[in-house]
């Protein structure tokens, strides 16, 4: 039984893992390849940008959709599902006979990737109770590598082949990725790994661990019950959570839209403005492998927090003030800053007590996180248009990080997403 256990511990880790890697690759593979795109199908400058926003704004749609037939279906027949949709629509768009049908098969596949970005922690939190902290580690980074790897490999493989070839060529890997949770889903069921053998023989699953009722959150334990509705939109824990997602992500995508910008009006040409873009994105790697090692440890994460929030002001205030001058070491402090991104995913998991608690503060906080992000490159742009200075667009960054560091703050604190909804009493003596 032991040898099964792991066998299975393998198979769903390695389940976990390949699907974080696909989880970004059908937005990464498009940009570089705008132009080659073109020749085929038409793509205004107001079509560009309206695709750039498409990610953001599916994400958060589907996102905050998921949780609600999370109680209908199993969580790994779920994200089945949420991956075959997202090949579905990588697979359509390149057979799009116009602009329109590309456009919206796009937001098909991106619609599969929102789904997906909610299911993932409430898996983690099923297969790997005693795990979290690693398991995110690797799936965050797993994310990254699909973000870093599309976009640097699109344009070779359009070269040798197609541009259809290179954008449909990572449906691929989302094959490679159903394989291991098709195994699971028809193999014999027995219990999941992390769970101890007491709870196996009671056949109460892995979430025995997840679910138990004592868990010492404040100086002394105390007993909560687990409420049967939990209205996220009256809780403190799930708005905390969604402004520190939802602000980092806001920060990343007007750094990622608006960086070269920055650089090439400073005077940086635009292979050097390219290599310090690069330099920002690199950062999110180690970041994504050693913050939530780091912070599964801490009981209370916000100082963490603060140091990131140091860097972006820091990094912010040298790209403002002197962005020609030190400019690798502006980029670096901001780029250092998105650390927050894989702690707010770790602590979907740390705040909350059961597997449904995880999935409803996931599609929450990342649902309206990610809608709350659109409005980054598009408000940072408009404040630049109508202001002629990158000094006001910079300022309305700083007011978001108030809001990441307000958000930090409720979410750090060592309260269950479920406390919201319970009255806590002390355990009778």
Known sequence: MGARVKQR?????????????????????????????????????????????????????F????????RWASLERLIVIAVLVGMVGQLARVMAPNTMLFLVFSVVA???LGAGNVLLPPLVKKH??????????????????????????????????????????????????LIPWLVALFSQRTPSPGTTASAASAGTGPSAVVLAQELRVHSSPVHVAVPEKMNLWKSPTAWGLTFMFGCTSLNTYAMFAWLPEILTQAGLDRGQAGSMLALFAALGLPLSLCI????????????????????????????????????????????????????????????????????????????????????????FGLLR????????????LFATLVLLGAGAWIICRPKMLEDDFAEARPIPA
């Open 9 to 61: 511990a393998w198979l769903f880790a390695a389940a976990i893992i390949l699907t974080a890697l696909t989880l970004r690759a059908a937005v990464t593979v498009v940009p570089p390849l705008i132009s080659t795109i073109n020749n085929d199908l038409p793509l205004t400058p107001a079509t560009i940008g309206f695709l750039g926003m498409l990610p953001t704004a599916a994400f958060g749609l």
């Open 63 to 70: 996102g905050f959709l998921t949780p609600y037939v999370i």
């Open 110 to 112: 991106f619609g599969g």
């Open 128 to 177: 790997f109770p005693t795990k979290i902290g690693l398991m995110t580690a690797l799936y965050v980074t797993a994310i990254s590598v699909g973000t870093a790897l599309p976009a640097q490999l699109s344009v070779p493989v359009a070269d040798a082949t197609n541009w259809q070839f290179s954008l449909a060529s990572w449906a691929g890997i989302s094959t490679i990725a």
């Open 292 to 379: 939530p090692l780091i912070a599964a440890k801490m009981r209370n994460p916000f100082p963490a927090v603060v140091v990131m929030l140091g860097c972006f002001v820091a990094g912010y205030l040298g790209l403002l003030l002197a962005p020609a001058n030190g400019t690798w070491l502006w980029v670096a402090l901001a780029g250092l800053g998105p650390g927050t991104f894989p702690l707010s995913l770790l602590l979907i998991n740390h705040r909350t007590r059961t597997q449904l608690g995880a999935g409803a503060l996931s599609g929450f906080s990342q649902g309206m996180g990610y809608t709350l992000a659109c409005a980054g490159p598009l408000f």
């Open 385 to 396: 248009q109508s202001t002629g200075s990158w000094t006001v667009p910079f300022v309305f």
